[in-house]
């Protein structure tokens, strides 16, 4: 094997053309005719797929490339099988490339799975004695023994994917390009596709990986490549990379969350709240309810900082912070909060009632917070209700799911809560404990918009 | 141009096995099968010979029987037609493959047109045993050979050309369509070559299609062929073609993934 590496990327730049919206209807005589035939091959409007990207990838190395969708990846992958050429930059790949782009791509479905198999191989670079070889491992790979003189066209969609991806693994490739087809048939068969995979590494061969799944990302490879905008956000250590990325994620989602659900109560409470009169305000929107003689103006999710926030990894503290406002002194009122999956199973609920706080007078601007010092959950979006009601439960201000927050995390755990627990084993059982790591930091928001 | 032409050389197994996987594809499912590529040129055979001589009876003109005639013409007609109106939109359907797939491109038009010469093939020994039959074939049937290469080079050229125009207008298809039905009137294959007015014969003979057709008419039905200078002229017009065919689309072949 040669010292120099499988693939070399430098400085290279993809931009796509974008014709003008009338390019399809376009006609070859209108052209000719308005003589604009060269203008309109011009284009309108350019789009850069990617931009600038950079690296090189050693022989015998898994590299990953991770990232949002539309952030480049899959052009990185089509630029290093030669399907598309760079606008600008070097790419070289040594060795013989196979890409699992799209699994039995060159099928035709009227010609039997033999046939298919023959021909694909000999697409894929194979010659005809080399087919004839591994014929019979391919059939057996792809567990099609049965089927493999029927025409393609009978396959069901696994029976085909998993066709062309045994074809495309035992061209025995240098460089195994991979574009997200993991998710090949039923469990066992992409278990055997990763299996194959891990073969592939084993036997010291280069592996261009786009996935979108970050855990895989993590296990196979040995340095991955974040993608953001078409522009390289970070690579090197799997982990250290797709911790940044998961921060980069969680603080975008923090955003979207902030728009999408965080100052709803805000909008009612100033827009949609009929103020009747000063002396009988009634509330009654949809999630929201109560007599109005107290009103919840602000609700606020809090992280140990004090700083706003939408989403929590399990373990941190979350204050919900609640702002109301009493227009006359009132000595009987609750303050309760609740929380619910996002299918509308109750978590946990409480108030000031049930944990035997005595109300003894509430008047003008008030702030209460509630504290959770961890909060336990799993991954998942939960929905937060907060109320303001007197001991008997006549509202004064009600509101139902108006506000959710989603815990994210890298264990995949499954329910609800999490206790807290520990594993141990003794006898015959020998595990070996997962690197400590520390759950996701959030804080780093500062940093992953830096990078950018 | 040379260095496509090794290339398409390092290709042949591949345009090989497309060509076979064409050919098995296309009769799939039928009960007759493979025996249709005989069936077919058979059955238009027997259409024109019962036509010609029962319903249209030709009293004009030379050619005689009309319906062998006109059989010598239509078989490498049919092979230049298909090919080329295949090819206009042989790039569209492979579209997965060009756009999933590193493959060499040009290799799809080069398989329509060996496809198509593979059923003009398999429609020769038809014509061949009514000539024999009509007691036509000479000696000279040796040299048929020369228009097929000649044909062949001349329908590549061509064919590369309109496969990669369409993918940019995808109108040349059914333009495409129109001119090769002008082209067929405006080729000796349903009239002979000789029996028109001067001014005609010098117009058709700017068709390259005329010099083919004509060899293939000279060498197979009249026994005697003395169009050399045009199926040679032809030849290196064809030549031409596949160089500037090769050139368009070289120069098209890195949008192909992206506009398919």
Same mark, same amino acid.
């Given at each position: 094997?040669?010292?120099?590496?499988?693939?070399?990327?430098?400085?290279?730049?993809?931009?796509?053309?974008?014709?003008?919206?009338?390019?399809?209807?376009?006609?070859?005589?209108?052209?000719?005719?308005?003589?604009?035939?060269?203008?309109?091959?011009?284009?309108?409007?350019?789009?850069?797929?990617?931009?600038?990207?950079?690296?090189?990838?050693?022989?015998?190395?898994?590299?990953?490339?991770?990232?949002?969708?539309?952030?480049?990846?899959?052009?990185?992958?089509?630029?290093?099988?030669? +399907?598309?050429?760079?606008? $600008?930059?070097?790419?070289?790949?040594?060795?013989?490339?196979?890409?699992?782009?799209?699994?039995?791509?060159?099928?035709?479905?009227?010609?039997?799975?033999?046939?298919?198999?023959?021909?694909?191989?000999?697409?894929?670079?194979?010659?005809?004695?080399?087919?004839?070889?591994?014929?019979?491992?391919? !059939?057996?790979?792809?567990?099609?023994?049965?089927?493999?003189?029927?025409?393609?066209?009978?396959?069901?969609?696994?029976?085909?994917?998993?066709?062309?991806?045994? !074809?495309?693994?035992? =061209?025995?490739?240098?460089?195994?390009?991979?574009?997200?087809?993991?998710?090949?048939?039923?469990?066992?068969?992409?278990?055997?596709?990763?299996?194959?995979?891990?073969?592939?590494?084993?036997?010291?061969?280069? +592996?261009?990986?786009?996935?979108?799944?970050?855990?895989?990302?993590?296990?196979?490879?040995?340095?991955?490549?974040?993608? *953001?905008?078409?522009?390289?956000?970070?690579?090197?250590?799997?982990?250290?990379?797709?911790?940044?990325?998961?921060?980069?994620?969680?603080?975008?989602?923090?955003?979207?969350?902030?728009?999408?659900?965080?100052?709803?109560?805000?909008?009612?409470?100033?827009?949609?709240?009929?103020?009747?009169?000063?002396?009988? *305000?009634?509330?009654?929107?949809?999630?929201?309810?109560?007599?109005?003689?107290?009103?919840?103006?602000? !609700?606020?999710?809090?992280?140990?900082?004090?700083?706003?926030?939408?989403?929590?990894?399990?373990?941190? $503290?979350?204050?919900?912070?609640?702002?109301?406002?009493?227009?006359?002194?009132?000595?009987?009122? =609750?303050?309760?909060?609740?929380?619910?999956?996002?299918?509308?199973?109750?978590?946990?609920?409480?108030?000031?009632?049930?944990?035997?706080?005595?109300? $003894?007078?509430?008047?003008?601007?008030?702030?209460?917070?509630?504290?959770?010092?961890?909060? *336990?959950? =799993?991954?998942?979006?939960?929905?937060?209700?907060?109320?303001?009601?007197?001991?008997?439960?006549?509202?004064?201000?009600?509101?139902?799911?108006?506000?959710?927050?989603?815990?994210?995390?890298?264990?995949?755990? !499954?329910?609800?809560?999490?206790?807290?627990?520990?594993?141990?084993?003794?006898?015959?059982? *020998?595990?070996?404990?997962?690197?400590?790591?520390?759950?996701?930091?959030?804080?780093?928001?500062?940093?992953?918009?830096?990078?950018? | 141009?040379?260095?496509?032409?090794?290339?398409?050389?390092?290709?042949?197994?591949?345009?090989?096995? %497309?060509?076979?996987?064409?050919?098995?594809?296309?009769?799939?499912?039928?009960?007759?099968?493979?025996?249709?590529?005989?069936?077919?040129?058979?059955?238009?055979?027997?259409?024109?010979?019962?036509?010609?001589?029962?319903?249209?009876?030709?009293?004009?003109?030379?050619?005689?029987?009309?319906?062998?005639?006109?059989?010598?013409?239509?078989?490498?007609?049919?092979?230049?037609?298909?090919?080329?109106?295949?090819?206009?939109?042989?790039?569209?359907?492979?579209?997965? %493959?060009?756009?999933?797939?590193?493959?060499?491109?040009?290799?799809?038009?080069?398989?329509?047109?060996?496809?198509?010469?593979?059923?003009?093939?398999?429609?020769?020994?038809?014509?061949?045993?009514?000539?024999?039959?009509?007691?036509?074939?000479?000696?000279?049937?040796?040299?048929?050979?020369?228009?097929?290469?000649?044909?062949?080079?001349?329908?590549?050229?061509?064919? %590369?050309?309109?496969?990669?125009?369409?993918?940019?207008?995808?109108?040349?298809?059914?333009?495409?369509?129109?001119?090769?039905?002008?082209?067929?009137?405006?080729?000796?294959?349903?009239?002979?070559?000789?029996?028109?007015?001067?001014? %005609?014969?010098?117009?058709?003979?700017?068709?390259?299609?005329?010099?083919?057709?004509?060899?293939?008419?000279?060498?197979?039905?009249?026994?005697?062929?003395?169009?050399?200078?045009?199926?040679?002229?032809?030849?290196?017009?064809?030549?031409?073609?596949?160089?500037?065919?090769?050139?368009?689309?070289?120069?098209?072949?890195?949008?192909?993934?992206?506009?398919?």
């Amino acid at each position: 094997m040669s010292s120099d590496p499988a693939v070399v990327v430098k400085d290279v730049t993809k931009i796509y053309r974008r014709f003008q919206h009338q390019h399809q209807f376009r006609t070859l005589k209108s052209a000719l005719l308005t003589g604009s035939l060269l203008s309109d091959l011009r284009p309108e409007e350019t789009f850069t797929a990617v931009e600038g990207v950079s690296f090189e990838v050693p022989h015998g190395v898994t590299y990953g490339v991770i990232g949002e969708n539309g952030s480049g990846k899959s052009t990185l992958l089509k630029l290093l099988a030669g +399907i598309t050429k760079p606008t $600008r930059g070097l790419l070289q790949v040594n060795g013989r490339i196979s890409a699992l782009i799209e699994l039995g791509a060159g099928f035709h479905p009227e010609i039997s799975g033999r046939e298919n198999v023959a021909i694909n191989g000999i697409m894929l670079g194979l010659s005809r004695r080399q087919v004839n070889e591994r014929f019979e491992e391919i !059939v057996e790979f792809a567990e099609l023994k049965d089927f493999i003189d029927a025409p393609v066209k009978t396959y069901s969609s696994g029976m085909y994917m998993r066709l062309g991806f045994a !074809v495309a693994v035992h =061209v025995d490739p240098d460089v195994l390009l991979i574009d997200e087809v993991l998710a090949v048939g039923d469990e066992a068969f992409s278990r055997k596709c990763l299996d194959k995979i891990g073969e592939f590494r084993r036997r010291g061969k280069t +592996i261009f990986l786009v996935t979108h799944s970050l855990g895989l990302a993590e296990k196979m490879c040995d340095e991955v490549l974040w993608m *953001r905008h078409g522009k390289m956000a970070d690579s090197g250590d799997p982990k250290r990379v797709i911790d940044h990325y998961l921060t980069y994620v969680a603080g975008g989602e923090d955003a979207m969350f902030a728009r999408e659900h965080g100052q709803g109560a805000d909008g009612a409470a100033e827009g949609e709240v009929p103020h009747t009169t000063e002396t009988t *305000r009634h509330i009654y929107t949809e999630g929201r309810w109560g007599g109005g003689e107290v009103e919840i103006q602000k !609700v606020r999710l809090l992280d140990d900082r004090d700083e706003e926030r939408h989403v929590f990894v399990p373990g941190e $503290r979350l204050t919900v912070e609640l702002e109301v406002e009493a227009t006359k002194g009132i000595t009987d009122f =609750v303050f309760g909060i609740g929380l619910f999956t996002a299918d509308g199973v109750s978590v946990y609920g409480t108030n000031t009632h049930i944990e035997d706080f005595a109300s $003894r007078r509430l008047q003008g601007p008030a702030t209460i917070r509630c504290e959770i010092e961890n909060i *336990r959950l =799993v991954e998942g979006t939960y929905l937060l209700d907060v109320a303001v009601h007197q001991r008997d439960g006549t509202p004064y201000d009600y509101h139902r799911g108006l506000y959710s927050f989603r815990i994210k995390s890298r264990i995949k755990d !499954v329910g609800v809560y999490r206790p807290e627990h520990r594993w141990s084993f003794a006898g015959g059982a *020998r595990l070996i404990a997962p690197e400590p790591r520390p759950e996701l930091d959030l804080h780093d928001d500062e940093l992953a918009s830096e990078r950018g | 141009m040379i260095a496509q032409l090794v290339q398409l050389f390092r290709y042949r197994l591949l345009i090989q096995t %497309l060509v076979s996987r064409e050919l098995k594809a296309r009769y799939r499912g039928s009960v007759l099968g493979f025996l249709w590529s005989f069936v077919n040129p058979l059955l238009m055979l027997l259409t024109y010979a019962l036509v010609f001589t029962y319903v249209m009876r030709t009293g004009k003109g030379s050619a005689t029987p009309y319906w062998l005639f006109l059989f010598v013409g239509i078989l490498p007609w049919t092979w230049f037609n298909a090919a080329v109106v295949e090819a206009s939109g042989v790039l569209m359907s492979s579209g997965g %493959l060009i756009k999933k797939v590193l493959f060499p491109a040009e290799v799809l038009p080069v398989v329509t047109v060996m496809a198509n010469m593979v059923h003009f093939s398999l429609g020769l020994p038809i014509l061949l045993f009514f000539l024999i039959l009509q007691g036509k074939l000479t000696l000279t049937a040796l040299l048929l050979p020369l228009p097929i290469i000649v044909q062949f080079i001349f329908t590549l050229g061509l064919a %590369l050309f309109v496969s990669a125009l369409t993918v940019h207008f995808r109108d040349v298809q059914d333009i495409l369509n129109h001119v090769v039905h002008l082209w067929f009137w405006a080729s000796p294959v349903i009239y002979v070559y000789g029996e028109q007015n001067v001014q %005609l014969r010098i117009a058709l003979r700017f068709n390259p299609l005329t010099h083919i057709m004509l060899s293939y008419q000279q060498i197979l039905f009249w026994g005697k062929f003395d169009h050399w200078r045009g199926l040679a002229l032809t030849a290196i017009l064809g030549l031409i073609g596949v160089a500037i065919g090769a050139f368009v689309f070289d120069r098209l072949r890195d949008t192909l993934a992206e506009e398919v």
